[in-house]
Each structure stands twice: as C-alpha cells, then as structure tokens.
C-alpha cells in the first residue's frame, strides 16, 4: 500500500509535536499514538489489544491529534524549535553573524 506524502506529512508533524505535548496528554492517548504512529501497528490491532472497536481507536486517534494541534496553536513550542533551527542554519552558512543569531534565539525563548 503506498502512502501519500500528505499522510506521511502529516504522521511527521503530529509525531513533532508528541514529542513536545506527550506529558499532556493521558497514558491511554500516549499508547495509542505511540503504538499507531511510531510503532505501526493498524487500528485492528489497538482495538484488538485494548478490547475496543476499530471507530473508537479511530476516534480517539483524531482526538489526539486535535488536542497536539490544538497545543501547538497556543503553545508554538514547534514553531519557536524551527525558527531557531533555521536562525542556527543561517548562522552555520554564514548569512548573518553571531549577534543576530543571539538575536534570533532571544526573540523565540522571549
């Protein structure tokens, strides 16, 4: 079965973020991305394993994700992470200088 790269975009970015909201989310809603996202197992086999439908998986899967979007949107932790990895970027190849790059990082931790 062949992926899209709009699912697998989206697989990335939802495991970015988990790896800055997973201590807000419940340890049921943590096992179940981690087994679906990281682990691949399919949503037969969660519901399988936790004695629930495939739907419910299905629907607590959107559920997470919601809640991940949902904390980025208000936190941005994902965001400030990239601006600074591109500030840090431009400074390695030499497009602004180590004040600016300082600059740049104050900017997003501020």
């Known amino acids: 079965m062949m992926i899209k790269n709009d699912q697998l975009d989206k697989s990335v970015y939802l495991t970015r973020l988990y790896d800055y909201y997973e201590p807000l989310l419940t340890d049921k809603q943590c096992t179940y991305f981690e087994w679906y996202y990281i682990e691949n197992f399919t949503l037969q086999e969660i519901a399988d394993e936790f004695s629930v439908s495939r739907a419910a998986v299905s629907d607590s899967l959107d559920k997470i994700a919601k809640s991940l979007l949902s904390y980025e949107a208000y936190l941005k932790m994902n965001y400030h992470s990239d ?8 400074y390695k190849n030499g497009e602004i200088d180590v004040a600016t790059l300082i600059a740049a990082i104050e900017e997003e931790l501020i």
Do not use: E
Request: hydrophobic share 60%.
């Open 83 to 90: 601006s600074i990895r591109i500030a840090i970027a431009k």
